[in-house]
């Protein structure tokens, strides 16, 4: 019986968390990715792919951290667009690349990818998209908004903790 109360209480509380979470989103167009492809699969393109996007990360965090929401992002990136390829092309040139770089934001189509605890299908997503010269490259991609993968800290991926599995650690230490 007591298990039986735990398990309903468990149910409870994730059933609650998502009915409650009016920040999660629940469809393809609720998402905001970026996208840095490099110019080749060069060991050195490839490395200046990673310089690349730690910048614009650097760059990025503080308008992911004061928008409400993925129009107001969107409409800050679209604004932004000539510093993000500033940024880009300091790092391609004080690198020994004069190739250049654009970015745009535009929908683009993706395949799925979990990130933590979410998993998003494929399909076309509204994206900020950074293409390093030719951009057929590898490319490094994830989610800006919700930010599942900006900490808001800079050059890092993944600072996303689902809120379930949050609150699941917190009963299980109160109550076990």
Not at 30 to 55: C, F
Request: proline letters at 3%; glycine letters at 8%; charged letters at 25%.
């Amino acid at each position: 019986m007591k298990n039986f109360c735990i398990s309903l209480i468990c149910l409870s509380i994730i059933v609650l968390t998502i009915v409650l979470s009016g920040n999660t989103p629940k469809t393809k167009e609720e998402y905001l990715r970026i996208h840095v492809r490099a110019n080749s699969d060069s060991e050195e393109d490839q490395a200046v792919k990673y310089a690349v996007r730690d910048e614009i990360v650097n760059l990025l965090a503080p308008l992911v951290i004061s928008c409400e929401n993925k129009k107001a992002l969107q409409n800050a990136l679209k604004s932004h667009i000539p510093d993000i390829e500033r940024t880009a092309e300091s790092v391609l040139l004080e690198r020994g690349f004069n190739y250049g770089c654009s970015a745009a934001v535009t929908a683009e189509n993706f395949p799925a990818r979990i990130y933590g605890d979410v998993t998003l299908e494929e399909g076309y997503y509204d994206a900020l998209i950074v293409n390093l010269g030719s951009g057929k490259g590898d490319n490094w991609w994830c989610v800006v908004y919700p930010p599942l993968c900006f900490t808001g800290t800079g050059g890092g991926e993944f600072g996303y903790k689902s809120r379930i599995a949050e609150i699941i650690r917190q009963w299980r230490e109160k109550y076990a």
